[in-house]
């Protein structure tokens, strides 16, 4: 059964979401039992292969969202916003939000910041219906803004701010917020303060929940960070070795093999000479 937001928002356990871009990706996380799928605008750089996230369009993640929900169906799913679709207003914001939900059936839509762009769009959006995600700390969409792709809230103006942002983001109407690269000891006092749900990600094990990039933890995506993402597999080596055995196959003249072959009767066969 789908989990609904007040169930992840009282949930004692710590919450596990992963990326899902796909069918198969979708379908494979609802088998192992997370909690949360996240469409992340990560898509640019693990499925894309861009090499950020500004690329990524609305309907790209509308296209993603699309498969990874027929994957699984009975799963929480979060799509991201992104870069440029919440930031003209209210208005814009709330008819790219619906867009996602209506033609995806995502549950949840996430944003990055706490601009007053944000927050405004934060409270439309969940006062209408449409539960919101905050995102906090390093911002992918923004890096270059924020000094690249550098750990957040390090001093004490810095962790301020980051702390401020997440209250801000709670307070605008968010369920649940992701912290992104900050230290661990931040986190901790962030969700101490919070009371809804933080999600992690190179945030420390004080979080209630952590999120990681699926192609990272399966070994697909070489360019992961690798401090923060553990790997749990290595998949790319193995798709690398599968197609190398077939190639040899297919030019060794053993695949197909008779197993992989159909027949046809003799008096058949017979007839075209
Ligand atoms: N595939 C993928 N997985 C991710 O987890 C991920 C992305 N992409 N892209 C955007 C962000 C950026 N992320 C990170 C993760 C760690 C550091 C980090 O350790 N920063 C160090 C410097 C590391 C270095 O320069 O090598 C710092 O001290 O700021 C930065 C960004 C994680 N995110
Ligand atoms: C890493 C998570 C939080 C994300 O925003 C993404 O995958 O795009
Ligand atoms: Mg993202």
Do not use: W
């Not at 928002?9 to 069918?23: C, G, H, I, R």
């Not at 969409?141 to 980051?162: H, I, L, N, P, S």
């Not at 790319?236 to 197609?243: C, F």
């Amino acid at each position: 059964m789908k989990q609904t937001v007040p169930q992840l928002m009282a949930a004692t356990e710590p919450l596990v979401m992963v990326t899902a871009y796909d069918y198969p990706g979708a379908m494979h996380a609802q088998q192992a039992g997370v909690d949360l799928l996240l469409v992340g605008d990560s898509l640019g750089n693990v499925v894309l292969g861009y090499d950020s996230t500004a690329p990524v369009t609305l309907d790209d993640i509308i296209h993603h969202a699309r498969a990874a929900r027929r994957g699984a169906p009975e799963t929480f799913l979060v799509a991201d916003m992104p870069f440029g679709t919440y930031h003209t207003g209210v208005t814009d914001a709330m008819r790219h939000a619906v867009r996602v939900i209506q033609q995806t059936g995502a549950d949840a839509v996430k944003m990055e910041g706490s601009s007053p762009e944000v927050l405004e769009a934060t409270r439309t959006l969940t006062r209408n219906g449409v539960p919101v995600m905050g995102h906090v700390g390093l911002l992918p969409q923004t890096a270059t803004a924020q000094g690249g792709m550098k750990v957040q809230g390090r001093d004490e103006a810095g962790a301020r701010q980051v702390l401020e942002a997440a209250l801000s983001v709670q307070e605008a109407g968010a369920f649940a917020v992701v912290l992104e690269v900050i230290p661990a000891r931040l986190a901790r006092v962030i969700t101490e303060r919070l009371h809804i749900p933080t999600i992690g990600i190179g945030a420390g094990p004080h979080c209630r929940g952590q999120v990681l990039v699926t192609h990272d933890l399966l070994g697909v995506y070489e360019g992961q960070h690798k401090k923060i993402a553990k790997r749990y597999a290595e998949i790319g080596a193995q798709s690398v070795q599968a197609i190398r055995d077939y190639a040899a196959e297919v030019r060794g003249g053993t695949f197909p093999s008779r197993e992989n072959s159909f027949v046809i009767r003799d008096d058949v066969l017979d007839k075209l000479y």
